[in-house]
């Protein structure tokens, strides 16, 4: 049996932030885990299904970063440095010193720059679905001409579900193509991590792809081979949007990469 989780906002630079806090107190040396949702998604689109499970031994930390779900989206800059800034935030908020972090997409971005800004306050790594420079896409993504052709994609059912979970819980339902819009431009743009930064990332890394992913598998191979102590999972049929839907295959390989011995 499920119980209904903990729910809050933290106070973080100019932002107030939408958490929950889900599964009971990590153990004695255990980590809680804190999990990022994916661009244009909330925490229960993204991480639902993957919820029950990742919860079962561990306190679970979920966030919605600016302009998604619950959080709002104010006239603020929005850069991956003030993103990570808000995570840091948050887990001082919840008086977390260290947390393993989960990250989807725009989640996995955040998380990524995390590791590489705030290296003290993460223990492991889960890096879903994220590139670390521009060019780590296919060319397709970038291409508006492609959008209902290109099966690497969201759908059009895809884009609904966004839109249909933003509005449920958002405090201004009207602003989802403005949130959207603000967060592509932020990842179209995306400056990047160089070769020193992935190398200088201390905490355990796992990359996890879909083999029809918005990243190219070869991007994915050369972070790999960057991160020191990096591990890389390839889904077989699976797209972008299909990742964080295959609770089957991806909840026992990141429940195995997080609880490996150091």
């Known amino acids: 049996m499920t119980t209904d989780p903990i729910t809050g906002y933290a106070p973080v630079n100019g932002l107030d932030m939408?958490?929950?806090?889900?599964?009971?107190?990590?153990?004695?040396?255990?980590?809680?885990?804190?999990?990022?949702?994916?661009g244009?998604?909330?925490?229960?689109?993204?991480?639902?299904?993957?919820?029950?499970?990742?919860?079962?031994?561990r306190r679970v930390i979920a966030a919605e970063l600016q302009g998604h779900g619950h959080t709002a989206s104010p006239d603020?800059?929005?850069?991956?440095?003030?993103?990570?800034?808000?995570v840091v935030g948050l887990l001082d908020h919840l008086g977390i010193e260290r947390a393993d972090v989960f990250g989807f997409s725009l989640g996995g971005l955040v998380s990524l720059e995390t590791a590489v800004r705030h290296p003290g306050r993460v223990n492991r790594v889960v890096l879903a679905s994220t590139h670390s420079r521009t060019d780590g896409?296919?060319?397709?993504?970038?291409d508006p001409e492609q959008f209902g052709t290109s099966k690497?994609?969201?759908?059009?059912?895809?884009?609904?579900?966004?839109?249909?979970?933003?509005?449920?819980?958002?405090?201004?339902?009207?602003?989802?193509?403005?949130?959207?819009?603000?967060?592509?431009?932020?990842?179209?743009?995306?400056?990047?991590?160089?070769?020193?930064?992935?190398?200088?990332?201390?905490a355990p890394t796992l990359l996890l792809l879909g083999d029809t992913d918005f990243v190219r598998i070869e991007h994915a191979v050369?972070?790999?081979?960057?991160?020191?102590?990096?591990?890389?999972?390839?889904?077989?049929?699976?797209?972008h949007m299909d990742v964080m839907r295959r609770v089957d295959v991806?909840?026992?390989i990141v429940e195995g990469f997080l609880t490996q011995a150091s």
Not at 18 to 38: A, M, N
Not at 76 to 86: N, P, S, V, W
Not at 222 to 239: H, K, S, Y
């Open 76 to 86: 603020r800059e929005l850069t991956f440095e003030l993103l990570a800034a808000d």
């Open 152 to 202: 690497l994609l969201p759908t059009e059912a895809d884009f609904k579900e966004m839109y249909d979970a933003y509005v449920r819980v958002a405090p201004d339902p009207g602003r989802f193509e403005a949130a959207l819009a603000k967060t592509s431009a932020l990842v179209t743009a995306l400056p990047g991590w160089t070769d020193d930064e992935l190398r200088s990332i201390t």
């Open 18 to 38: 939408y958490y929950e806090v889900h599964g009971k107190d990590s153990g004695e040396g255990e980590f809680p885990l804190l999990v990022l949702h994916g």
């Open 40 to 57: 244009g998604l909330t925490i229960d689109l993204c991480f639902g299904p993957l919820l029950p499970g990742l919860t079962t031994n």
């Open 222 to 239: 050369a972070m790999r081979d960057l991160i020191p102590n990096a591990q890389l999972a390839l889904l077989p049929g699976t797209t």
């Open 137 to 142: 896409y296919h060319p397709e993504i970038f």
């Open 250 to 252: 991806v909840l026992p």
